[in-house]
Nanobody, 125 residues
Framework: QVQLVESGGGSVQAGGSLRLSCAAS????????MGWFRQAPGKEREGVAA????????IYIDSVKGRFTISQDNAKNTLYLQMNSLRPEDTATYYC??????????????????WGQGTQVTVSS
């Protein structure tokens, strides 16, 4: 059973930065492909970014390309999401998730079955 715990959320003004962390149970990183997702009030959960099992490929949704960076530190069993140039529309609860996959890892909500509890990000204008 994969356990995931997100942290690092908070309130920032537009243009600011936050770094989210996702602490994973041992041996998760390097075994599972990992993703970050978000859900705004009244909206469906959407994929934001994903990183392949061996960390050699990343995929982002268009709205965050050039602003967000997903990365992982296998030694620390921690997944990160560096978020820069934040916008009010980035306001949401952010979740990390894991799934077994070979090759490219797409941030498709339907494919992921192991989820953290989420961390809130609020961006004010």
């Amino acid at each position: 059973q994969v356990q995931l715990v997100e942290s690092g959320g908070g309130s920032v003004q537009a243009g600011g930065s936050l770094r989210l962390s996702c602490a994973a149970s041992a041996y998760t990183l390097g075994t599972y492909c990992m993703g970050w997702f978000r859900q705004a009030p009244g909206k469906e959960r959407e994929g934001v970014a994903a990183i392949s099992t061996y960390g050699d490929n990343t995929i982002y949704i268009d709205s965050v390309k050039g602003r967000f960076t997903i990365s992982q530190d296998n030694a620390k069993n921690t997944l990160y999401l560096q978020m820069n140039s934040l916008r009010p529309e980035d306001t949401a609860t952010y979740y990390c998730a894991a799934r077994r996959a070979v090759g490219d890892c797409y941030p498709d909500v339907q494919l992921f079955g192991n989820w953290g509890q989420g961390t809130q990000v609020t961006v004010s204008s």
